[in-house]
């Protein structure tokens, strides 16, 4: 399901049987002659359409405009950069609003800058947000003392259940630890290069290699659809088990 093109009658049997809505995370970054810009958000939508085949979802509008930073290209580059500050107010509101709405099974799904699972800007943003949210939320629906409440006293217990309300936002890596250490991760290089290869072939153009020299795109010329399709299948299999 896609929730652009949904009704209420949707919304309601989604939020009924507790089914995932997931966010792509994406960006707009440079990633050298040879790959578009929209690399890293398509390589997390197409991962997620795919996995959408199989399990029961509904695909909330990508969030495309985010920190991608200067860090690869400077701002001539055609790297769009949101300040960190303003982008976490921005997916702040996102997150009120659908907490409002009652979903309660939400995740963004992040391919930019997620290096071993590690803490990047972006990925902050996102998870402060949540918390945040997620917070206000419980304060405007159950009032001041909510936690320490004798309602509440079950909190411990609940921690790992479906009533943990800081389990209602989750931000993952499209691709786990353990799936970038089995395949290879890089940025535009013959990894990255290749997975987007099998996702969207046409984003790809190995023949434009040489027009700008980068250190980090050398080995992009190794890239294939044959390796792309390896890491498609592997972060596919993390993804089924990571949204439940």
Known sequence: MILNDSFPKEKAYVQEKNLPLVIV??????????????????IAEGLVKELAKTKEMMIAPTIAYSPS????????????????????????????????SGYRNIYVVIHHQFEQESEMPMTLCYRMA????????????????????????????EL??????????????????????????DHAGKYESSLLMSLYPECVKLERLGDIPHW???????????????????????LETAIV
């Open 216 to 238: 980090f795109t050398k080995n992009a010329a190794e890239a294939s659809k044959a390796i792309g399709d390896e890491m498609k299948e592997k972060s596919l299999a993390y």
């Open 25 to 42: 995370g994406g960006t707009v970054e440079y990633h050298g002659p040879h790959c578009s810009y929209g690399c890293d958000t398509l």
């Open 130 to 157: 949540a918390k945040r949210a997620t917070m206000a939320y419980l304060e405007k629906t159950k009032g001041q003392g909510w936690w320490g409440s004798e309602s509440y006293s079950t909190y411990y217990e």
């Open 69 to 100: 930073s200067y860090a690869v290209g400077d701002e001539t580059s055609g790297t769009v950069h949101v300040p960190e500050r303003a982008f976490e107010d921005y997916v702040y509101y996102v997150f009120m609003s659908l907490l409002n």
């Open 160 to 185: 790992e259940g479906a009533n943990n309300p800081f389990n209602w936002i989750k931000v993952i890596p499209t691709m786990s630890a353990a799936v970038q250490t089995a395949t290879g991760y």
